[in-house]
């Protein structure tokens, strides 16, 4: 059984896609796939039932046994975070007790788009870690989806009043001052873990203001944890290079709402998992789209080896 | 076991509540003196797990044992329309197949906040639909809180493509105009029920406009049921009567994010639920509110000592 | 010429509408005796170019005849206070200086709706101030047309830091606790106007928690300027039995994008504008809500004169 | 004097930025270089007063004579769009008055945010249309800052129904299907011009799509006009080349609400204009953003010197 989740988080937590079949069951050995792809290309931990991981489309059993199937399959090699953020506190409570309970190292939450004000941000998160006691949590900055934007000093104010808000997943748009602003003396109590997100788009500008990795997903992991080890080895020149030779393929899966079909079409294009089908409702990658895709891997092939 | 939800459905289905105690536990005894007394003021229907049901903060075993107790209670003596609402189709699916097997009439579906266009709103329920079979559904129009607005032509498109389509929950603000629309010659195929919501607070107009009845809440759901039926028997003015000496407070208890509070005191103060609780994340009234309220009550007793 | 608005304001400011002729000119005539009307009934003061002002609809030269026209028909009375929201401090700052030159008392600002945090905010209102120097504004908190929502802290700060915030144009809804809030020891460094909006339908509660009264539009602002004198003569239940008999109008005026329509209809029918012409782009009342709006108002003279 | 705008728009109408001294007055001279320099890099048209223009910070008086020194400086050499989008028709048809009579070639025009379904944005065009007459027009599909969403076959049902519509902003994100749709046989019952947006981010592939060019801005204007200019010659390998090597910095710039005042900086860096100022209120770049952009042009330019 892994371990719970601290302030020393750092690599890349991939956000996991949930395969299912063209029928829309779930396809539990393409799970397997997917997790052994994962640490295979470096992933220092996982992070499932995310917004990416069509989540909401799950029912409560069907959460119940994706979680089981990838903490049966990653068996503790690397800590796995379980996204739970939900409307009430009593399923917030019932999510989080029973992911733990199946070996979750910490969980993830979002805020209700409810909450409008700096005050209200904080209570609720003060309230939600009340409720679940010693779980550690990451907490989910994403304000194009959440529609809460919260301030640097708000997040400031949510680490400092509770101590199991041991990670922040950063992925305001734009967001690098606030990454400056919470590694600046004085702003924190005590150093989290700062893991970034939107598709890995701005990693190495993210990486350069002192993030302790990602936790995103893209269809080439490896991109990201290649990156943040350049990184740490000191060569940031190099990583930048890297970046630079992935990044038309990653501008082009960041496009809201049908980022994930892109994801998924490059997956199952890499046999990592078996179909790119996608739950309904969700949409359709057009045979235009494919083609698009199918050059940018094309151009990025040869991009990577003019690199080595 | 109650027959399924039709076009016909006329008079007041209430927006039931759920009771719990202080401790947050859903109180099973206020829920059958709850049934009782909207059926005793001549509810037509009832509607659970609504957004004033507090549906989004129980689990979906909660979720299970609060519409048996209700279904159980009521015994076939209303049909009981179900709220379903949810991200993903599974999840509506299965809430759909469990209550329905249980023995609801109906269920009602609001939109997802992400539904931006005309087409995309009509796709959805026309894939909703299709996902659900021949359940019988209430379309929910509660823009202020979906974020979804649907044109009153967007609104025929759904029904004269979706034959289990049967009932409107209109609650949009102004909406009055969209009445008169859909009960115009030529904009439906058929005639559905049109039921209103808002509290209530434009039900005098809408029934002018020939709605067929409310599915809302109120702490006085006789309110709601009396001026219905006055309206039906010919005596518009009686009703309006009726319903000035409640406005004061159907105005007040209208606060977004304070209504259910302001409601569930009522109901307590008048002995139908044990306990005002609503479950965290949930605002609490003051005791200035609570002062205010009381006022109102006195103040309407006198009005309708008046009228009678 | 008005002297300055102070933190003194108090009783009633109308919130004027734009008369127009039926071809989309600004009627003058109308405007005139408009301002009589209101001053007849006991308006204490006069807000121009505010939202039901159309101000947005107007070019720049025709603000500045309507407020040269209004500010001359008022001649010194009471004080006028005149809307500058603009997105730039440019435009805000130009219009300022205009207004003031002519005569105004003061200008009132809404939050431009891009601020989505605290401090954002704050700096806003510190950074106009700054800009529009010694001229003594309004704070207009109107989350349901703004979508900005101020904390009661965040306004406390604002008021705190900036002397020349006299006066808070209250709408938010629900709002009685913020009013609560605002009048507490200790939380505002000292006491300013609090003038409630929302069309006054929460009056009599607003006054009961110590506003000094309202700053809003109603087809009837007689029922403001009595409420507001009869609660100061302490006569609470007088005040709420005019109150209440106003109410079903007021409610049916309450509708967002419809409720200038009404006003204008009624002013009209009135005689107090010649015609009810909005400008383009702006709604249409149909023949169908004529009716009701007659019908409310035959109902509500019967109500008045069981009172008298 | 240029002519007016037509279907046949194509190529790169640059937005251009309005240059402010560091004390926030317009910046005349370097207004003049920049027009200078668009035109150098082969710009084919220029769009001012839009929303990167800074056009609501800037007064009416100040807004005619930024379009005049534009106007007199480009010379009828190319044809400038106006940026007109106003809350109400009478400032919207003053403004297009105006600029026409300076010699603008058309205007480009914005949905106003209150527009929530199909008809609503259809009916406003089509009065927005008759409001100005002959006065041919860009539609702005910009939803990530308008809120505005427009389907595809609202797009169609305004060019169908409004002959001078002559030019579509294309800048949904994502909207790379809305082109192909508008391109389809059978859907527009003309060809119109589409020029895209969001900094050319997704260029290659809309023009891959068939679309005319671009109406953006970025600090590197030269990166669209040739991109452009290679497709339109078949080269569009050599075009992907290109756009990949700017892409690092045109990612970095298209950050919401910092990308103006990152392209001022680059702007200022190169010569083109004398200062890098925003108007209040605006964003400042902290010294971190600025060593990244260093870094990004440093970069840039290596990997444009092997492209060579």
Not at 156 to 165: E, G, K, M, Y
Request: net charge negative; glycine share 8%.
């Amino acid at each position: 059984m892994s371990s719970k989740l601290t302030e020393d988080a750092k690599g890349v937590f991939v956000i996991a896609v949930t395969p299912f079949t063209p029928s829309g069951d779930i396809d539990f050995e393409s799970c397997d796939r997917m997790v052994d792809f994962y640490l295979e290309v470096g992933a220092t931990g996982l992070t499932v039932l995310g917004m990416m991981g069509e989540a909401p489309k799950l029912t409560i059993e069907e959460s119940r046994t994706v979680v089981e199937r990838i903490l049966a399959r990653v068996d503790g090699r690397v800590p796995v975070v379980v996204g739970v953020s939900a409307p009430g506190f009593a399923q917030i409570k019932a999510l989080t007790d029973m992911v733990m309970e199946l070996g979750a190292a910490g969980v993830m939450i979002a805020p209700p788009s409810s909450l409008k004000t700096d005050d209200a941000i904080v209570n609720y998160y003060v309230q939600v870690a009340e409720l679940i006691g010693d779980v550690p949590f990451v907490l989910q900055d994403f304000p194009l989806v959440t529609n809460v934007q919260m301030s640097p000093n708000v997040i400031a104010r949510i680490v400092n009043n509770v101590p199991t808000c041991v990670c922040l997943k950063h992925e305001d748009w734009p967001g690098l001052e606030k990454i400056s602003y919470l590694r600046a003396e004085g702003n924190l109590d005590r150093r989290i873990s700062i893991l970034c997100g939107n598709g890995g788009l701005f990693l190495t500008e993210e990486m350069g203001r002192d993030a302790d990795g990602a936790m995103t997903g893209f269809a080439y992991p490896e991109m990201m944890t290649r990156v943040v080890e350049e990184f740490n080895k000191g060569n940031a020149d190099y990583a930048r290079d890297l970046f630079d030779a992935y990044l038309p393929l990653a501008r082009y899966e960041q496009q809201p709402g049908l980022g994930l079909a892109i994801r998924k079409y490059v997956m199952a294009k890499r046999g990592i998992i078996a179909s790119d089908a996608l739950r309904k409702p969700g949409p359709k990658l057009s045979a235009a789209a494919k083609q698009e895709i199918d050059l940018l891997i094309e151009r990025q092939e040869k991009a990577l080896a003019k690199l080595s």
